[in-house]
C-alpha cells in the first residue's frame, strides 16, 4: 500500500473514517427505522451537498457524461442497501460490531478493482481470506450467547449484505471521482440513495415521516458527521488513493465505533467476539497491503496491461481508472 506520495488525502480519507464511525452509536440512540434513518441521513445532507456542487460545477464547464450519472445513480442505490442493512444490523448485533462485519468490504473493494479496473491484488489475499471468514464467524456470536445485540446471526447476515453494498458503492465511487468532479458525484448518490430508502420504506409500511424530535436530533448528527463530514472527504479522497489504500484507512471506522459503542451505549462484546473483530481486521488488512518493495502500484504508475494493450500511449494511467 503506497500514499505516501498522496498525504493530503490520506489524512482526509483516515478523518472521514473517524468521522463515519460515529454514526453507528448516532443511529442506535435515534432508535427510528431502517428505511427512516436512511431516507433523512441523505436527504437532510442534500441541500448542503448540492451548494457545494453548483461551485464545483463552475469550475468544470464540461457536462457530466451519461455513463457517469449513470455510475453515480448505481452507486447511489448500493449506498442505500448499505445504510439500510446496516441500520438494521445496529440492534441485532450491536453498534461497534456492526461496523466491524460491515468492514468485510476491504477483501471486498480490491476484488472488485481487480475484475473491473485491472488493479493488482496481493498473493497473500487468497490466504488471508480464510481467517477473514473465520474473524466474521467469531464476530457474529457463533462460540457465545449473549453479547451486545438481540439477534447476533441475523446482524451478522444483515451486516454482510450491507458489507457487498458497501463495497460496490466504494468502488463506483472512485470510479466516479475520478471524472474530476466527486461533489456532483456524491450529490447524485445521495439523491439516489434517500429516493430509494423511501421506496424500500413505502414497501415495507415502516417509513416514519416525522420520527419525533429526539430522533431527528441524533438523525442530525449522523447527518453532520456521516455524509456532511466523514463521507464528503471520503468521496474527496478516495478516487485519489490506491483502492486497498482507501479499504485500509476505513478501518478506522469500526476501531472507533468499538470504542464509542462500550463508551457511550455501553456495549461489551464477548472475548471470542473482540478476537473474531480483531483477527477479521488484521487478516484483511494483511491480505490487501501491498509492500513498499511492489513497483508500479501507485496511483500514477502505468498498469502493466495497459502497456501491453495500448502500446502506443505514452500517457500514465491511475489505477482502476
Known amino acids: 500500500m503506497q500514499i505516501r506520495h498522496r498525504p493530503p488525502y490520506a489524512i482526509g480519507m483516515g478523518t472521514g473514517a473517524v468521522c463515519v464511525s460515529a454514526t453507528a452509536v448516532f443511529l ?3 432508535g427510528t427505522t431502517a428505511p427512516t434513518a436512511s431516507v433523512y441521513r441523505c436527504a437532510l445532507a442534500v441541500p448542503v451537498v448540492a451548494i457545494a456542487a453548483l461551485f464545483e460545477r463552475r469550475r468544470h464547464t464540461s457536462r457530466q457524461r451519461p455513463a457517469d450519472i449513470a ?3 448505481l452507486a447511489g442505490i448500493l449506498f442505500a442497501v448499505d445504510v439500510l442493512y ?3 444490523a445496529i440492534p441485532e448485533v450491536g453498534a461497534g460490531l456492526s461496523t466491524v462485519l460491515v468492514n468485510a468490504q476491504i477483501v471486498l473493494v480490491p476484488v472488485l478493482a481487480r475484475i473491473f479496473g485491472g488493479e493488482r491484488i496481493p498473493d497473500r489475499f487468497l490466504l488471508m481470506l480464510p481467517l477473514v471468514l473465520a474473524g466474521v464467524a467469531l464476530t457474529g456470536g457463533v462460540l457465545e450467547s449473549g453479547g451486545t445485540g438481540d439477534a447476533p446471526v441475523r446482524g451478522t447476515v444483515h451486516a454482510l449484505l450491507a458489507a457487498l453494498g458497501y463495497s460496490g458503492f466504494l468502488y463506483l465511487l472512485r470510479r466516479g471521482g475520478s471524472a474530476g468532479r ?7 448518490v445521495l439523491t439516489t440513495a434517500a429516493i430509494t430508502s423511501a421506496i424500500v420504506g413505502l414497501l415495507q409500511h415502516d417509513l416514519v415521516l416525522a420520527p419525533g424530535r429526539s430522533a431527528m436530533f441524533w438523525l442530525v448528527l449522523v447527518t453532520v458527521c456521516g455524509q456532511l463530514s466523514g463521507w464528503f472527504l471520503v468521496a474527496l479522497c478516495s478516487p485519489h488513493l490506491p483502492a486497498d489504500a482507501g479499504a485500509a484507512l476505513l478501518l478506522l471506522t469500526p476501531v472507533g465505533a468499538l470504542i ?8 461489551r462484546p464477548g472475548a471470542w467476539q473482540i478476537g473474531g473483530s480483531v483477527l477479521m481486521l488484521a487478516a484483511a ?3 490487501t497491503r501491498r509492500g513498499a518493495a511492489e513497483p508500479g502500484l501507485t496511483p500514477d504508475s ?3 496491461d495497459a ?3 495500448r502500446p502506443d500511449d505514452r500517457t500514465p494511467r491511475r489505477s482502476a481508472r
Open 86 to 88: 446496516w441500520t438494521a
Open 71 to 73: 455510475r453515480s445513480v
Open 260 to 267: 464509542l459503542g462500550a463508551v457511550i451505549l455501553g456495549q
Open 307 to 309: 502497456r501491453e494493450s
Open 285 to 287: 488488512y494483511a491480505g
Open 182 to 188: 466527486p461533489i456532483g458525484t456524491y450529490l447524485v
Open 28 to 30: 442506535a440512540l435515534a
Open 302 to 304: 502505468p498498469r502493466p
